[in-house]
């Protein structure tokens, strides 16, 4: 069944161009569980091959994901938190993923928001925090875009490669995910190791604050 949605996803994201990947980046930015591993990497891929502009690719796949989180922002800005506690399960946003998101959000501030959009699960959900909080929306807005038009760029780069070695992927889209996802390991733990270096300055600094009081 996962195999036959990814296939309609990646088939309909290829028949639509821009505004196909604009739109299911901007799914892929809620709660909808579709993977841009199978979106921008083909698109990319195509603009090799001349049916599409790599830039246009990589903006599609910024503005669209940066909608998709903007609605999450103010879907909890709207409602409170209160509501997604007890309405979230039913979409999708049990208790265990808003707490996730919310930690993270509360480590990270306005940089994790970056962070977020470069790794796998908080992508999806650091957008319900932001809205909860009350984070500005210009800044939050900007820094998504500036995270996801990166991503989308590693993405469409790392598409060309991979599917110009191997273009029988073309017609795998789960077997491209996996892929993507091992020749992308690297990515996500250089952006997770400045994560946790982020996280040792700030406790190294508390704690130097802290000798210096007492």
């Known amino acids: 069944m996962m195999h036959e949605l990814m296939a309609s996803w990646f088939e309909w994201t290829r028949a639509n161009g821009y505004l196909g990947v604009f739109t299911m980046m901007a799914l892929e930015s809620t709660i909808v569980p579709i993977p841009s591993e199978i979106i921008i ?22 503005l669209g994901s940066t909608f998709g989180s903007s609605l999450c922002y103010w879907f909890t800005y709207t409602l409170g938190r209160a509501f997604v506690l007890r309405w979230g399960k039913f979409f999708l946003l049990p208790p265990g993923k808003l707490a996730l998101a919310e930690a993270w959000l509360a480590q990270f501030a306005l940089g994790g928001v970056f962070l977020a959009r470069l790794l796998p ?24 875009f500036l995270g996801s038009t990166l991503w989308s760029g590693v993405l469409a780069v790392f598409g060309q490669k991979i599917l110009g070695a191997h273009p029988e992927l073309v017609k795998d889209p789960a077997e491209l995910a996996v892929v993507v996802k091992h020749e992308l390991l690297w990515f996500v ?18 704690r130097k604050v802290a000798h210096v009081q007492s």
Do not use: S
């Not at 083909?42 to 910024?62: D, H, K, S, T």
């Not at 699960?121 to 998504?144: D, E, N, Q, S």
């Not at 733990?189 to 508390?206: C, D, E, H, N, T």
């Open 41 to 62: 990497p083909p698109a990319g891929f195509y603009a090799a091959q001349g049916e599409m502009n790599l830039l246009g690719v990589i903006l599609a796949g910024g």
């Open 121 to 144: 699960v908080v992508r999806h959900l650091i957008g319900f925090p932001a809205g909860l909080v009350r984070m500005p929306f210009a800044k939050f807005a900007a820094i998504t």
């Open 189 to 206: 733990l250089l952006v997770a190791g400045v994560g946790a270096g982020w996280l040792f300055i700030q406790w190294y600094a508390k």
